[in-house]
């Protein structure tokens, strides 16, 4: 099975990569404003018939659903979604995960004028690892980088699986990271030295960057990549020189990347002065959000 995109008016073929989606209510696997971009994203390259497809996760329970109780507290709930009405691409996929081969269903979501958006999904009869894209931004640090390994080596996985071409992959926020290891990973295996293979993927990756404090910029420790085989072949000397001791995700994605943004004139500059002692990183301009009007725009207006 091979899939080609589209080439419109020379334009590069684009893999986007992000940790939720915003499509509609029904699909709720979007925690707030990055899933909304990413949404409206995929909304509008297939209006304009763009060469796009989307990468994530089947999230099988989304952030939470807040409700205010008896008493007049808040409280959250965690409802687990059947989605059943999402398409079986009949692909699989296999990452390595503490240990283990966890295989990952890909699943088809273009039923929302949206461009095609392909979800890894571990959460199947049979599956051991269903809580691996079990909840949205739940869990600890091993949760958080069992998803990040999915999203990121598995989503380049898929694109090989399901034959899709691409020329551009754009992270939208650093929980990609490990999409740009694992095409390094790739190229070494090709042939091509460490730095070689860096500098290659360079030419091939653009990255968003979101959170304005460091606080919101994931940081792990390499015993914890280590652990859950992160590492996905390279070296604690590679991994370092890529994302920092302790290994975060931002800067790594700022150096792992040729071309960056920021979403807004005002974010650009906090976000420069944030990330300025970052070597090697991507310059990162300005690129102010926009949204899709026809999902946010009465049509009577």
């Not at 959460?123 to 909840?135: A, D, I, V």
């Not at 600890?140 to 898929?158: H, M, P």
């Not at 004139?265 to 300005?286: C, E, F, N, Y």
Request: glycine share 10%.
């Amino acid at each position: 099975m091979k899939i080609l995109l589209k080439e419109k008016n020379n334009l590069p073929r684009v893999a986007y990569f992000c940790m939720e989606y915003g499509l509609h209510e029904e699909l709720p696997i979007y925690a707030g404003g990055l899933g909304i971009l990413a949404g409206d994203f995929m909304k509008a390259a297939h209006d304009l018939d763009m060469p796009m497809v989307g990468l994530g996760i089947l999230w099988r329970q989304d952030y939470t659903e807040q409700y205010i109780g008896a008493d007049g507290r808040p409280y959250d709930i965690y409802p687990t979604f059947d989605y059943a009405f999402i398409k079986d691409t009949g692909k699989t996929v296999q990452v390595r995960v503490r240990g283990a081969d966890v295989t990952c269903k890909v699943r088809l979501v273009d039923q929302y004028k949206n461009a095609p958006l392909y979800l890894l999904d571990t959460n199947f009869p049979g599956s051991e690892h269903g809580w691996m894209t079990g909840k949205l931004y739940g869990g600890v640090n091993q949760d958080r980088v069992a998803q990040e390994i999915i999203l990121g080596i598995g989503g380049v996985r898929a694109l090989r699986a399901l034959g899709i071409e691409v020329d551009i992959y754009h992270f939208n926020e650093g929980h990609a990271v490990f999409a740009g290891t694992e095409l390094i990973r790739e190229k070494i295996g090709q042939g091509m030295s460490f730095h070689d293979a860096w500098a290659a993927t360079r030419r091939e990756i653009s990255f968003t960057t979101h959170t304005p404090v460091s606080a919101g910029n994931e940081e792990h420790n390499h015993g914890l990549l280590q652990h859950m085989e992160a590492y996905n072949s390279l070296t604690y000397e590679q991994m370092k020189d890529i994302g920092g001791d302790p290994f975060n995700m931002t800067a790594a994605a700022l150096r792992i990347s040729g071309f960056a943004n920021a979403v807004s004139k005002l974010h650009g500059q906090t976000a420069r002065k944030m990330w300025k002692d970052v070597h090697d990183a991507a310059p990162i301009i300005s690129i102010t959000n926009g949204v899709h009007p026809e999902t946010w725009q009465d049509k009577h207006v």
